[in-house]
């Protein structure tokens, strides 16, 4: 029998293009109550106002109800903006999707494992950083790795990773920790299922199988654009017209944000020691120079204000 993922009501912590793809397929598709935060109330009001966009298209596209977009949008409640973590007391699990960094992400796990139930599902939505690492910031300092506290406390600890635009990608990878418990697996693994995700399965490895993949390929198309092997429209049209790809690399880069592409880059390059993943100094540039691509209206391409 398939497991059952007993998820009634979701904490997504981060408003950003990912939390807010999360809450929407968690709300629609899963019927989950969403309580969502981001430390930023402009974010949180743009990005329920993408929502209502979205929830609007696909009525008038014929592809859900009035209704369903209506009870969708009556599931999403905004968490105060001090209460924070503390209004997730009740909440079944938890997806952070907050930015790349690790020290950022332990210490929002450190305050979710003080402030949350120990049944509480941790997962997070990391692109690439240690499973492992994070759910060992769940553990409080001096207490014995062996005893069951700590055991409980990091074997709730999960990497749920989705894809961005997530209304639309079809995938959801699904990370296991070192310390990651069976339970936990399965019931993240329903969950993912119930938002309409289909469920491939990662070791806990720099990058995971996804963006070991696809970081070295953009990566690398950045590095034909440092060498000047080919204009970026033929790098990108090559692979949009060569290998049907729906979009090229400079442009998937700079849709998924070149700032977040450097980062996985640079977990890849330090967590396997392997010059083969060197991040080009081209996008250490653009990084530096904040042409970040979609997100700050310029990267390689430039993006008309909305
Ligand atoms: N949110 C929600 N829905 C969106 C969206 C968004 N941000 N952007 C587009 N869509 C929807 C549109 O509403 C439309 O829906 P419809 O079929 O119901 O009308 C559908 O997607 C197609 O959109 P468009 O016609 O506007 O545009 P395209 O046909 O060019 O598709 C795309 C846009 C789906 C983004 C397509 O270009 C694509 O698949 N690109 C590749 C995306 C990709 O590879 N994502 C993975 C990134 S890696 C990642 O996320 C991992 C991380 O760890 C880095």
């Not at 442009?251 to 060197?278: H, M, P, V, W």
């Amino acid at each position: 029998m398939a497991a059952t993922h007993g998820i009634r009501t979701l904490g997504v912590l981060g408003a950003g293009q990912m939390g807010l793809g999360i809450a929407y397929v968690s709300a629609l598709h899963a019927r989950v109550a969403v309580r969502l935060y981001d430390r930023s109330p402009a974010q949180i009001q743009s990005g329920l106002k993408f929502m209502d966009k979205l929830l609007e298209k696909d009525v008038a596209k014929g592809k859900i109800s009035q209704t369903d977009a209506q009870e969708a949008k009556d599931r999403v409640q905004v968490v105060s903006e001090h209460a924070g973590v503390k209004d997730m007391r009740d909440v079944d699990m938890v997806v952070e999707a907050v930015s790349e960094n690790l020290s950022l992400k332990q210490n929002i796990f450190r305050e979710l494992s003080q402030e949350l139930s120990p049944n509480t599902i941790l997962a997070s939505n990391t692109s690439s950083i240690s499973l492992t690492k994070i759910a060992a910031a769940t553990v409080l300092e001096g207490l014995h790795a062996a005893s069951e506290e700590a055991r409980k406390s990091a074997a709730r600890v999960v990497g749920l990773h989705f894809f961005n635009p997530v209304p639309v990608m079809k995938l959801v990878e699904l990370i296991s920790a070192l310390q990651t418990s069976q339970e936990t697996l399965d019931r993240a693994r329903a969950f993912a299922a119930a938002c309409g995700k289909t469920v491939t399965v990662s070791k806990d490895v720099p990058g995971f199988v996804s963006n070991a993949l696809l970081m070295p390929f953009i990566n690398e198309a950045i590095m034909c654009l440092e060498k000047g092997t080919a204009t970026r429209d033929d790098i990108d049209t090559t692979l949009k017209l060569g290998m049907n790809h729906p979009m090229g690399p400079l442009q998937l880069g700079e849709f998924i944000g070149l700032d977040t592409c450097l980062a996985i880059q640079q977990t890849l390059y330090t967590g396997t020691g392997d010059s083969k993943y060197r991040p080009s100094i081209l996008l250490e540039r653009m990084v530096d120079a904040g042409w970040l691509g979609k997100k700050s209206g310029r990267g390689f391409y430039e993006y008309p204000s909305r």
